[in-house]
């Protein structure tokens, strides 16, 4: 019968093996070097999405466990993330202030190692990208609940921007204030497009409050947090950040939010008009009972 190791082995384990991690890590940022260095002198572009994403998913395929493998993806793409960055800074615009979905998904898709650029518009998430004041834009362009952000959609169409990749969030909103309860609120800030999601739960919870638009949901928890009587719908994180309580637990869940990352280019490749589905809400067209696709 082998025997049990104790806890102080397992722990020289566990150090020794971290040692070896570090050491393969530094070799595969080195290599990461060499790759930059190349692709500085042919010109290419540093990120390649669909590169990254066939190494995750070989990754996956050839994991024997007992990670997970959304574990393995989320491992491997911060180690790239942190290898991209040493080759250049990817500097990414999006809808801020600090704790917005936007920011979440930039993360998600990008890693960690970036250099954030939150705007306080979407417009300005364009014109960021297209100045080039940041390599990356990342605007949300649709959710389950209230269907497209047709101002996303209009500044493709306006800009010399493309989509390189997209992103799906379970986006779920809580009321957020000072005090850890729904009585007295006065006024509820969030985007638009949250205070439609969660007008349901607004016109059963809180039906004499004044719903006011704002640039976004943390916008929102960040004017909250100056006042006892306001609330702002937001996420979790948000309220670290401004220092509010939940005053309600996911007034609504969205599982479908997606968001898209443009990036600037001479070319446009958004779709005509005349190529979106019937439904006017998604491109590529899809089949839909009861409807059928633009040709």
């Known amino acids: 019968m082998p ?12 150090d020794q093996v971290d040692r070896e991690l570090l050491d393969l890590l530094n070799r595969r940022a ?19 999405p669909e590169r990254e994403a066939q190494v995750i998913n070989g990754l996956q395929a050839a994991n024997p466990g007992p990670l997970k493998k959304n574990n393995v993806a989320n491992i491997w793409r911060e180690i790239m993330s942190a290898c991209r960055a040493l080759e250049a800074p990817q500097r990414v615009a999006y809808l801020g202030p600090a704790g917005t979905y936007s920011e979440q998904a930039a993360l998600q898709f990008f890693g960690s190692s970036i250099e954030r650029v939150p705007c306080v518009s979407i417009d300005e998430v364009f014109h960021s990208a297209t100045a080039g004041a940041a390599d990356f834009g990342v605007v949300p362009v649709e959710n389950n609940t ?3 952000v047709t101002r996303s959609l209009d500044l493709f169409l306006g800009t010399p921007l493309h989509i390189v990749g997209e992103t799906s969030l379970l986006v779920r909103h809580h009321l957020l204030r000072q005090v850890n309860d729904v009585k007295g609120i006065e006024v509820v800030l969030a985007h638009p497009q949250a205070l439609a999601q969660c007008q349901g739960w607004l016109n059963n919870h809180l039906p004499d409050a004044e719903r006011r638009a704002v640039s976004s949901n943390a916008e929102g928890a960040r004017l909250a947090a100056g006042n006892p009587a306001w609330a702002g719908i937001a996420s979790e994180r948000a309220a670290t950040e401004f220092g509010l309580h939940i005053a309600a ?4 869940d969205d599982p479908f939010n997606r968001t898209r990352f443009a990036r600037s280019r001479t070319t446009r490749s958004t779709a005509p008009a005349s190529r979106w589905c019937a439904c006017r809400r998604c491109w590529p067209p899809r089949k839909h009972p009861g409807r059928t696709a633009s040709a």
Do not use: C, Y
């Open 3 to 14: 025997k049990t190791k104790s806890l102080a082995e397992l722990r020289a384990g566990i």
């Open 30 to 48: 080195g290599l990461a070097n060499e790759v930059g260095e190349l692709k500085r002198a042919e010109g290419s572009p540093v990120f390649r």
């Open 146 to 148: 209230e269907g497209v």
């Open 249 to 252: 637990h996911a007034i609504q």
